[in-house]
């Protein structure tokens, strides 16, 4: 079965930094993409970044890009985000997905798989 496990999570000060881990198992992992998207409180769910595992292609958006670097390690089959420069507003529950097939998107409902989340609390 296809698993995917958020973990890393934790409370920081404002600019401080993070590493978010995604443990992935039960698909030929070079065939997709693999996301990470949050949720805070009222508000939809926001797509971050994504990367191709076969060819390291990445994705991030504008609120994100240049504070957060995306990562893959084939051997292991795990997806990390580094979060850098922390701000309040980048509170929120964080999750890894996995996209049907690869490309270059964090459009929600183009990702089958879903880890639970992972809980990233920025403070003063």
């Known amino acids: 079965d296809v698993q995917l496990q958020a973990s890393g999570g934790g409370s920081v000060p404002t600019g401080g930094s993070l590493r978010l881990s995604c443990a992935t198992s039960?698909?030929?992992?070079?065939?997709?993409?693999v996301g990470w998207f949050r949720q805070a409180p009222g508000k939809e769910r926001e797509g971050l970044s994504c990367?191709?595992?076969?060819?390291?292609?990445?994705y991030y958006s504008d609120s994100v890009k240049g504070r957060f670097t995306i990562s893959r390690d084939k051997d292991k089959k795990m997806v990390y985000l580094d979060l850098n420069g922390l701000k309040p507003e980048d509170t929120a529950v964080y999750y890894c997905?996995?996209?049907?097939?690869?490309?270059?998107?964090?459009?929600?409902?183009?990702?089958?798989?879903w880890g639970q989340g992972t809980l990233v609390t920025v403070s003063s």
């Open positions: 997905a996995r996209r049907w097939m690869t490309g270059l998107s964090t459009t929600v409902w183009e990702y089958d798989y």
């Open positions: 039960g698909f030929t992992f070079e065939e997709h993409t």
């Open positions: 990367i191709n595992i076969g060819d390291g292609s990445t």
